[in-house]
Structure formats: structure tokens, C-alpha cells
């Protein structure tokens, strides 16, 4: 079962009638926080811990468009985990036909928006 999915709107595709590039990215975005969920660290729990994320970068990749009237299905995993950083890897589908690759690279923070390590316990959970 794919961590997120949405029907895709006419308002999101453009004028080749494919999703515009830069809606792939409001995908990730909200798929983000049901990959973190599947892992056992629900943002909530994040931010009740005086914690925050920030992008620092996206890449993606694209094989595949997506149509209005498709349905997008993201998946993803956490990658990799630095110090205060982590990278999620996502995957954009429309039934088995893979759209796009998404890679977000986080930065950890406290709520006054400053660096801070990943607690081990995350690290734990994280664990790739």
C-alpha cells in the first residue's frame, strides 16, 4: 500500500496534458509525512519533541507522465541519515507505470530553525 495517493486535478497538468514538473514536488511534500509515519516517527512526534524539518534539496527524475484523471501513488523510504541530515527517497506511480524519483534531503532542526542531530532513537528507527 503506497504511503500517499490523490487523484490528479486538471489544474495541476499543462497545456501537453501531462502533470506540470513542479506539482511532482507537492506530492513528495505531502507524502513525506506518511513515509515518516510507516517508520515509526510520526512528525507530529518530531515536533512535540521541539523538532522541525527543512529542504535543502530535491533532485527528481522522471520516466513516465502522469494525466488528469490518473491516480498518483508515492512511496518512499528514509535513504540515508547524517548528522543533523536525512534523505527520503520517493517514488511517483500511476498504478505500475513509475512516473518519477523524488530524493529530499532534510536538514533537522529545533523550532528556532537551527541544525541539530538526529536523536538516536530516530536514528534507530531511520535505520537504512
Not at 514538473?21 to 515509526?40: C, I, K, P, S, W
Not at 518530531?46 to 524539518?53: F, N, Q, Y
Not at 484523471?69 to 511517483?92: H, L
Amino acid at each position: 500500500m503506497p504511503a500517499w495517493s490523490a487523484p490528479v486535478r486538471y489544474a495541476e497538468c499543462d497545456q501537453q496534458g501531462v502533470v506540470f514538473n513542479a506539482h511532482y514536488l507537492a506530492y513528495a511534500d505531502e507524502a513525506v509525512v506518511h513515509v515518516l509515519r510507516q517508520t515509526g516517527v510520526a512528525y507530529d512526534e518530531l515536533l512535540a519533541r521541539g523538532l522541525d524539518t527543512s529542504v535543502v534539496a530535491s533532485e527528481l527524475q522522471w520516466s513516465a507522465p502522469a494525466r488528469w484523471g490518473d491516480v498518483v501513488d508515492v512511496d518512499g523510504t528514509v535513504e540515508r541519515v547524517g548528522r543533523t541530515s536525512f534523505v527520503v527517497a520517493m517514488t511517483v506511480a500511476v498504478g505500475d507505470r513509475l512516473c518519477c524519483r523524488v530524493r529530499t534531503t532534510y536538514v533537522l532542526t529545533d523550532l528556532d530553525r537551527t541544525p541539530t542531530p538526529v536523536p538516536d532513537d530516530v536514528r534507530a528507527r531511520w535505520a537504512v
